[in-house]
């Protein structure tokens, strides 16, 4: 079982990014990218994104960098990969899986509930009243991005909403992340 970590060349957020994956199992991509110190957030179905510049803690946590067809490659033969047309349906069956955990309805475009995941971005032309909304920790400050007031106003309130939905479902309050496109 090993895990592997091609070259950061994907741009975002002033970064270029790569990717971390297992050949074996996510418990042990879950394990090697905790030791190698990036955030659960940085999971996507079946890969970590790591931005550039963390190369001696991947080598440190035991990653091994190979080129992006090996990767993949590896990715493929593992049994773990997400191929790009089914990611919105696995998104939406994850989606729907931990809103019903919360009793939460009607179901966001992408929900992710606990610190492993992360929503999908706010697309640069999304509707307005649209809004991504990140908490990482019970209480702290949510991110809300939103290209409008009314995108923040509904990402602030389906805070309140979701915190005390996972209180009544006998968790200390809402963490995770959620995309809602309006319309």
């Not at 074996?24 to 905790?34: D, F, I, K, R």
């Not at 992006?68 to 773990?80: C, W, Y």
């Not at 809103?99 to 999908?120: C, F, M, Q, S, Y």
Request: charged residues 25%; proline residues 8%.
């Amino acid at each position: 079982m090993t895990v592997y970590a091609d070259t950061p060349r994907w741009p975002r957020h002033g970064l270029l990014w790569g990717h971390l994956v297992s050949d074996a199992s996510l418990e042990e991509l879950h394990a090697t990218a905790a030791r190698a110190g990036l955030p659960g957030r940085a999971f996507d179905l079946d890969h970590y994104d790591w931005p550039e510049g963390r190369e001696a803690d991947l080598a440190t946590a035991g990653v091994v960098t190979v080129g992006d067809g090996e990767l993949t490659r590896r990715l493929i033969a593992s049994g773990l990969r997400v191929p790009l047309r089914d990611r919105p349906a696995a998104r939406a069956r994850r989606s729907a899986a931990h809103a019903a955990e919360l009793g939460l309805r009607p179901v966001p475009t992408d929900l992710v509930l606990g610190p492993i995941g992360h929503a999908d971005p706010l697309p640069a032309e999304a509707p307005p009243g649209s809004f991504r909304l990140g908490c990482e920790e019970v209480g702290a400050a949510a991110r809300i991005e939103a290209p409008d007031r009314a995108g923040r106003e509904a990402g602030l309130a389906l805070r309140e909403h979701l915190d005390a939905l996972a209180r009544a479902a006998g968790r200390p309050g809402f963490t995770g992340q959620v995309l809602q496109l309006a319309g």
